[in-house]
């Protein structure tokens, strides 16, 4: 990516998408030309009082005052400018066949005038086509939910006790992401792409995704499985059943508008474990009546953690009705635990 002054403003504004700022950002730091351009831009924005960028989404809205600063900036350059001509190549480009009038002498004053009426119009234009983005992606990720669940309606409807996929406890199948391998090997996953959030950093690569095969993840062993169980379940979370009466199942598909079956893979490195997808700002939750939510704090708006068990572990619930979501690499029942069969 070679950077230019429009991707100099958009990162300076917030307004590129999460591959761009960091190659943008790569590009900062091996060049020093970049780098000085970024501080000129910068230079031109915060006289009118543009805060400093940020990642919370917060910026997506205009600054609070702008045009009344942008008004009140372009009075006060105007009282030490508005005398002072253009420079001469610049004037004799303004001036008409004619010649030069007094009328037609362009100042100092109305190109200042005119950039700042561009960086206010850029300051709104920019902040609105990036939510119109975030928007948009929130969108493409539930419709793909939508169609997960119904795969896995489908799925429940044909397996002996119509229950979801389970996920073994033990070997290399052992893993969240077994949950679409199985729905793909049964033909319900029509699509791998529904495995993918527009907003992750796996969409960059989404053409060349693909989900593994049972004998492929059987002979698999070692870093080489690891990479494969990580990146089975593209960037979305599984439900990883339940143990109850010291056995493990798989939960019953009964179309509970309550139940999460599915969400924005959560990050075991971020609080709460909320996913990395859309920017941090929240998830989709997929329930088992196919319907999908967009949730920002699900420990505060849901009345249990979906992404840990009731002894507060990403491992298997206790308790049919204690739902975990797990992200691919997740197991059901981790290495210190030996509760389950």
């Not at 924005?45 to 809205?61: C, I, T, V, W």
């Not at 527009?198 to 002979?219: G, Y």
Request: a negative charge; one cysteine or more; glycine letters at 8%.
């Amino acid at each position: 990516m070679t950077c230019s002054r429009e991707h100099l403003l958009g990162y300076l504004l917030g307004a590129l998408e999460p591959a761009e700022m960091a190659a943008v950002e790569r590009e900062l730091e091996n060049d020093p030309r970049l780098r000085k351009d970024l501080a000129a831009i910068e230079a031109a924005l915060y006289p009118l009082g543009f805060p400093e960028r940020e990642d919370d989404a917060s910026q997506a809205e205009p600054p609070a005052g702008l045009a009344a600063r942008t008004c009140e900036f372009v009075d006060d350059s105007k009282a030490d400018l508005v005398s002072r001509p253009m420079p001469a190549k610049i004037l004799a480009a303004t001036m008409s066949d004619s010649g030069p009038t007094g009328k037609q002498r362009l100042r100092w004053a109305d190109v200042i005038m005119t950039a700042s009426i561009c960086l206010a119009a850029v300051s709104l234009i920019f902040p609105t086509i990036w939510t119109l983005r975030q928007q948009q992606q929130v969108t493409v990720c539930q419709n793909n939910m939508q169609h997960m669940g119904i795969a896995v309606a489908d799925y429940a409807v044909r397996s002996p006790y119509g229950r979801s996929p389970a996920i073994p406890t033990e070997g290399n199948r052992s893993f969240a992401g077994f949950f679409p391998v199985s729905l793909r090997e049964a033909g319900e996953l029509e699509d791998v792409r529904w495995l993918v959030c527009p907003s992750s950093d796996m969409a960059e690569q989404i053409e060349s995704f693909r989900v593994p095969t049972l004998v492929e993840i059987d002979r698999d062993h070692g870093e080489s499985l690891t990479r494969r169980q990580k990146a089975a379940g593209g960037s979305l979370g599984f439900n990883i059943g339940f143990v109850e009466d010291g056995k493990y199942q798989a939960p019953k598909h009964e179309g509970r508008a309550h139940y999460p079956l599915i969400s924005d893979a959560p990050a075991s490195f971020r609080p709460e474990r909320k996913t990395k997808n859309h920017g941090g700002r929240g998830q989709n939750l997929l329930y088992e009546d196919c319907h999908v939510a967009w949730v920002v704090d699900p420990c505060q708006e849901l009345c249990d953690d979906p992404y840990l068990n009731s002894n507060g572990l990403v491992a298997a619930g206790n308790g049919c009705s204690d739902v975990v979501v797990a992200e691919s690499l997740a197991r059901p029942r981790p290495a210190f635990l030996g509760w389950l069969p």
